[in-house]
Nanobody, 118 residues
Framework: QVQIVESGGGSVQAGGSLRLSCVAS????????MGWYRQAPGQQRELVAV???????NYADSLKGRFTISRDNAKNTVYLQMNSLKPEDTAVYYC????????????WGQGTQVTVSS
């Protein structure tokens, strides 16, 4: 069973930066996409950014320019650099995986809390 572990969350003041990391382990299967979603209290989970194994990336329009996703395929790791953080970025951030063998199935990490204070 794949293990997905996120790290790097925490509390920061508005305008600050955080870098999230997500490592997928206990799998030899090829990962098609790794990405980040977030869920604020009372809100639905939403896409933040996704990186494919081929290097293409996709961002939520509202986050372009502030957030940057990167991926190390050899390490099954994906990163999210978050700059110029705003209080509305406060949420639980979840790592998401899709494997080539079953790209319609989502695998999720436990989530890491990001809190931005004004």
């Amino acid at each position: 069973q794949v293990q997905i572990v996120e790290s790097g969350g925490g509390s920061v003041q508005a305008g600050g930066s955080l870098r999230l990391s997500c490592v997928a382990s206990r799998t030899t299967l090829s990962i098609k996409a790794m990405g980040w979603y977030r869920q604020a209290p009372g809100q639905q989970r939403e896409l933040v950014a996704v990186a494919s194994s081929g290097g293409s990336t996709n961002y939520a329009d509202s986050l372009k320019g502030r957030f940057t996703i990167s991926r190390d395929n050899a390490k099954n790791t994906v990163y999210l650099q978050m700059n110029s953080l705003k209080p509305e970025d406060t949420a639980v951030y979840y790592c998401n995986l899709k494997f080539y063998y079953n790209p319609n199935h989502d695998y999720w990490g436990q989530g890491t809390q990001v809190t931005v204070s004004s």
